[in-house]
């Protein structure tokens, strides 16, 4: 019998599933086996601690050019941020520059993540041109390993019509793909714009009353009543709204193949930061944008009772210095983003587990588990049965700290979540059996991370 590279003592395993205590197996950067009494190379002692499966961040924006700038996180920083929070994997985009084909897209963005990750990463391909050259792309996008589509329903450039996202629905719906969608209706956003310009409001405070809850809902129940009729399955990016996830929940009731995202901060913060004096509010700017205290909670319960099946994170940074700051006198021209990509799992188990709205099981799931099912990634990613890749998290439950800018390695100025109390944190974090970060140490490398192929995601495609 061979002898296991590295074994996990004594721990406590969460999975989407299941809590049970015993020693996880490392061989050859994948889990070995679960069991009792199991020997390696290299033992880890992990009395008191929970041992989790590398978490996937479905969605953030690394590097990513917005207007006369970039998000502030590069792929090294961005996947180093992301290992010290516990998460082995994240999903980025490709956004094809006008007239350039999705494949050139992706080779380029593939040559800038390569060097630099030191996490593995997948890729969303954007789809802002429904042209005939670029669906007939399709097909070698899905072999390159994208099968997801990110579509817009706003912002100039990339929003498509709603006789483009038809034609789109159909030809992804074909191949097997799954699309997933920014939904806000431009034409309220632009309007709630133009009025509060008009009345010389141009401070961060008239953000959130530019881009209102209808907006979202109107744009949720637009798209799923298009996906509907091409049976396309859909996965509703960011849902910041009651009336957003009331509208999934009720297509999802009908039968239709609808998932959805939400994200830390439209579980735990709300638009009165954007009322904040000295253009702080500008920190918190992003759309679709905070909402109310009574939408967080509607959220909570919609990922408690599975109408939201993940939390991503739209890690999108932007320094307050420097970059927010275009906005200084007009909140249109701030860059639109936040970061969160590295205290994920620790506000959702802080303000999620602790407070008991969801359960161990569910936090693991809708953090690791289901954004790797969702987007083919699955069981190699999101879970700890043998086989899997070997990322893995030890998370202390009893850690406590006061979340601020200083301990986190996001390379931004500032974090929107200052202050906030948190008990339980990762204190290690290893990507295919190799440890990544180990009591706030980083030993990962630029370059270790791999880019993942996704499968087609497997699901029923109900109308
Ligand atoms: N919203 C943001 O605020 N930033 C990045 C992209 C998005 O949809
Ligand atoms: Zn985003």
Same mark, same amino acid.
């Given at each position: @019998?061979?002898?296991?590279?590295?074994?996990?003592?004594?721990?406590?395993?969460?999975?989407?599933?299941?809590?049970?205590?015993?020693?996880?197996?490392?061989?050859?950067?994948?889990?070995?086996?679960?069991?009792?009494?199991? !020997?390696? $190379?290299?033992?880890?002692?992990?009395?008191?601690?929970?041992?989790?499966?590398?978490?996937?961040?479905?969605?953030?924006?690394?590097?990513?050019?917005?207007?006369?700038?970039?998000?502030?996180?590069?792929?090294?920083?961005?996947?180093?941020?992301?290992?010290?929070?516990?998460?082995?994997?994240?999903?980025?985009?490709?956004?094809?520059?006008?007239?350039?084909?999705? @494949?050139?897209?992706?080779?380029?963005?593939?040559?800038?993540?390569?060097?630099?990750?030191?996490?593995?990463?997948?890729?969303?391909? *954007?789809?802002?041109?429904?042209?005939?050259?670029?669906?007939?792309?399709?097909?070698?996008?899905?072999?390159?390993?994208? *099968?997801?589509?990110?579509?817009?329903? *706003?912002?100039?450039?990339?929003?498509? !019509?709603?006789?483009?996202?038809?034609?789109?629905?159909?030809?992804? !719906?074909?191949?097997?793909?799954?699309?997933?969608? $920014?939904?806000?209706?431009?034409?309220?956003?632009?309007?709630?714009?133009?009025?509060?310009?008009?009345?010389?409001?141009?401070?961060?405070?008239?953000?959130?009353?530019?881009?209102?809850?209808?907006?979202?809902?109107?744009?949720?129940?637009?798209?799923?009543? @298009?996906?509907?009729?091409?049976?396309?399955?859909?996965?509703?990016? $960011?849902?910041?709204?009651?009336?957003?996830?009331?509208?999934?929940?009720?297509?999802?009731?009908?039968?239709?193949?609808?998932?959805?995202?939400?994200?830390?901060?439209?579980?735990?913060?709300?638009?009165?930061?954007? !009322?904040?004096?000295?253009?702080?509010?500008?920190?918190?700017?992003?759309?679709?944008?905070?909402?109310?205290?009574? +939408?967080?909670?509607?959220?909570?319960?919609?990922?408690? +009772?599975?109408?939201?099946?993940?939390?991503?994170?739209? $890690?999108?940074?932007?320094?307050?210095?420097?970059?927010?700051?275009?906005?200084?006198?007009?909140?249109?021209?701030?860059?639109?983003?936040?970061?969160?990509?590295?205290?994920?799992?620790?506000?959702?188990?802080?303000?999620?587990?602790?407070?008991?709205?969801?359960?161990?099981?569910?936090?693991?799931?809708?953090?690791?588990?289901?954004?790797?099912?969702?987007?083919?990634?699955?069981?190699?990613?999101?879970?700890?049965?043998?086989?899997?890749?070997?990322?893995?998290?030890?998370?202390?439950?009893?850690?406590?700290? *006061?979340?601020?800018?200083? @301990?986190?390695?996001?390379?931004? +100025?500032?974090?929107?979540?200052?202050?906030?109390?948190?008990?339980?944190?990762?204190?290690?974090?290893?990507?295919?059996?190799?440890?990544?970060?180990?009591?706030?140490?980083?030993?990962?490398?630029?370059?270790?991370?791999?880019?993942?192929?996704?499968?087609?995601?497997?699901?029923?495609?109900?109308?």
């Amino acid at each position: @019998m061979t002898t296991n590279d590295l074994v996990i003592k004594n721990g406590k395993i969460i999975t989407a599933r299941e809590t049970l205590e015993a020693d996880l197996a490392v061989q050859n950067g994948k889990i070995h086996c679960v069991g009792n009494n199991l !020997s390696g $190379h290299q033992m880890i002692d992990a009395t008191g601690l929970y041992v989790l499966p590398g978490a996937v961040d479905p969605h953030v924006h690394l590097q990513m050019p917005a207007g006369e700038t970039t998000s502030s996180d590069n792929w090294a920083t961005g996947t180093t941020a992301a290992a010290f929070g516990g998460t082995t994997t994240v999903i980025d985009f490709i956004e094809p520059t006008e007239g350039q084909s999705l @494949m050139n897209a992706f080779r380029e963005r593939k040559a800038q993540a390569d060097p630099q990750a030191v996490i593995d990463y997948a890729l969303h391909m *954007t789809l802002s041109s429904i042209i005939p050259e670029r669906m007939a792309e399709l097909p070698a996008v899905i072999q390159a390993g994208m *099968t997801s589509f990110k579509a817009y329903t *706003t912002y100039d450039g990339l929003k498509l !019509s709603d006789q483009d996202f038809l034609e789109m629905f159909r030809q992804v !719906s074909r191949i097997g793909g799954l699309v997933m969608i $920014h939904a806000e209706n431009d034409a309220i956003c632009s309007f709630a714009t133009r009025e509060l310009l008009a009345q010389g409001q141009y401070g961060p405070n008239a953000h959130p009353i530019s881009r209102p809850a209808v907006a979202e809902s109107e744009a949720i129940e637009r798209v799923l009543a @298009m996906a509907s009729l091409t049976q396309t399955p859909v996965y509703i990016v $960011h849902i910041s709204t009651a009336l957003g996830a009331a509208a999934l929940a009720r297509a999802q009731a009908r039968g239709q193949c609808a998932f959805g995202e939400t994200c830390p901060q439209y579980l735990l913060l709300t638009d009165q930061e954007y !009322s904040k004096p000295d253009f702080e509010g500008a920190k918190f700017v992003c759309a679709p944008p905070l909402r109310k205290k009574s +939408d967080n909670t509607f959220l909570w319960n919609a990922l408690s +009772d599975n109408t939201i099946q993940t939390i991503g994170t739209d $890690h999108c940074p932007f320094f307050f210095q420097g970059q927010k700051d275009l906005g200084k006198d007009r909140f249109t021209r701030i860059p639109g983003g936040i970061p969160g990509v590295e205290p994920r799992l620790a506000l959702v188990y802080t303000y999620g587990v602790k407070t008991g709205r969801l359960t161990l099981n569910q936090w693991v799931d809708r953090c690791c588990t289901k954004p790797a099912e969702l987007f083919g990634l699955y069981p190699r990613k999101g879970t700890l049965i043998p086989g899997a890749d070997a990322d893995v998290v030890l998370f202390d439950p009893e850690l406590e700290y *006061t979340l601020t800018h200083e @301990m986190l390695h996001e390379h931004v +100025d500032y974090t929107p979540y200052e202050g906030f109390p948190l008990k339980g944190y990762p204190v290690m974090t290893l990507l295919r059996g190799e440890m990544l970060v180990s009591k706030g140490q980083l030993h990962a490398r630029p370059g270790q991370g791999h880019f993942l192929k996704c499968d087609l995601p497997r699901f029923e495609r109900r109308v």
